[in-house]
């Protein structure tokens, strides 16, 4: 199979003209619209709802329009929209009866890309953290790069930015194909593993998928891989007996950059490298985790290799916040420590929850989970399930898959089954506002609870630390049983008003997958 987008050519943003953005809120959307904005092209975006990217596009001039109509497109050149909007939406009908230019995002992102030294970050896990180092890295040595990432780095606020400078760092996206449109000077694949393979059928097909974007890569530049990941060591070995040029990272004794005398603890993650055996000095990282650690290494073989000073690359990673939905503390209510993070596939839930661990230090951890797209779910359910059994205690709420038709039997209430753990310990919540009760029931003072998976389950981290607090000023003792007018049975809770289907946010909105 191949792309189902266009290759990146010679177009370049400003031949857009004025750009409309469909399902602007969204972290990739908005990322793509601020860039825009910021380089001076005229941007307008239509909603339903308000995102909070939202207040900052109108500041930067954006006409944000909050219904999908049709005379949204008055006045428009160029309409963009992602994988999550419909072919059959209105306003894409529209644009193409009109006679518009109508690009995927990952089309008008190429395009922004022209005339620059692109960096792509790919991987079925870890892309936002390290292309946000990578960013990092780049910045700190003076080189401005510009950006655009699926999450937004804590300490710039934004997952976006027009620099000056000849770098151009992206997170290239696997799960529709679209990263086969860029064509990078730098290419970094953080690991291959099996994922979306709705989109790809089988496994085979998406390692092949990786070796073709992997192959789009400048032959004046460069790969970089993990060599600790089995798919990233065969896609080396791959494209090395082909006379590419590819660097490998990692704790592999074969790794062109080696990590020594790797540790991490609730201050943050520290290591060695070498290349060659030859020092490289300590790096450290204020977010714990190895596979924090791990994913920093790729930005300092990348600041290796375009020969930029490397303790720019050390004071860049000693200061690196970390990633908003990527092991982001929410706050402390009642004793107990919330985080948020994004992690939906078992590999990444399952470093995550690890590290979590290691905060929680003598205390529980509470998982509140909300899978995401129910063929993961149902793929993956056994892997998913000894994923979340790391967990002292499990909320989970029903699988996020917009779109996707949930049969008997299938979705959360099939998986909660499966996690090993005692039955007491683990329940099904149908509804939304039945988790933040749950939650301030099972926490105790001292606990760790995470708000993991789908995009809608970063809304309630506000939600539980009220519920806490809500408790302490109450005086309702934590580990008691279920309220008065909550049925526990089989697993499941009810209570509040159940939706019946995809679970939503707190004001009935479903927010698109990106």
Known sequence: MTAQFTPAGT??????????????G?????????????????????????????AGLRALGGTIHMSHETA???????????????????????ARRRGLRVLHRSEALAAAMTGRRAVAVAGTHG???????VTMVLQRAGTDPSFVIGGEISEVGSGAHHGTGEYFVVEADESDRSFLIYRPYVSIITNVEADHLNTYGDYATLEAAFVE????????????????????????????????????YGEAADADLRLRDIASSAQGVRYLAEIDGRSLGEFRLPV?????????????????????????????????????????????????LVYDEYAYHPTSMTLALQTLREVAGDGRLVVVFQPYRLYRTRDLQAEIAEALAIADELVLLEVFGPGELRQPGEGSVALVEAVPL???????????????????????????????????????????????????????PAGTSAPEGTVAVGGTVSGGAATGGEAVAPDGSAPAAG
């Open 26 to 54: 969204g972290v990739g959307m908005s990322g793509l619209a601020r860039l825009f904005l910021t380089r001076g092209i005229p941007v307008s975006g239509s909603e339903l709802r308000e995102w909070p990217s939202l």
């Open 288 to 336: 714990p985790g190895r596979h924090m650690g791990l994913n920093s290494a790729s930005a300092v073989l990348a600041a290796y290799l375009l020969e930029l000073p490397l303790p720019a690359a050390e004071a860049a990673l000693a200061a690196f916040p970390g990633v908003r939905r990527r092991f982001e503390r929410k706050g402390v209510a009642d004793g107990v």
């Open 422 to 476: 005692p039955a007491e310990h683990k329940v099904f919540v149908d509804s939304w506002d039945a988790a933040p009760v749950e939650v301030a029931r099972r926490a105790r003072p001292g606990d760790v609870v995470v708000t993991m998976g789908a995009p809608p389950i970063s809304l309630m981290g506000d939600q539980l630390l009220d519920a806490l607090l809500a408790r302490a000023e109450g005086g309702s």
């Open 127 to 133: 892309k936002t953290t390290t292309t946000s180092m």
């Open 72 to 94: 949204n497109l008055d006045g428009v050149d160029t309409v963009v929209y992602s994988s999550a909007i419909p072919q059959d939406h209105l306003e894409l009908v529209e």
């Open 213 to 248: 974007f992997a192959r789009l890569t400048d032959p004046e530049g460069f790969i970089i891989t993990c060599a600790d990941d089995p798919g990233g060591r065969r896609l080396a070995e791959t494209l090395r007996a082909e006379g590419r040029r590819v660097h490998k």
């Open 11 to 24: 177009l370049t943003a400003e031949d857009l003209g004025t750009i409309h953005l469909i399902g602007v």
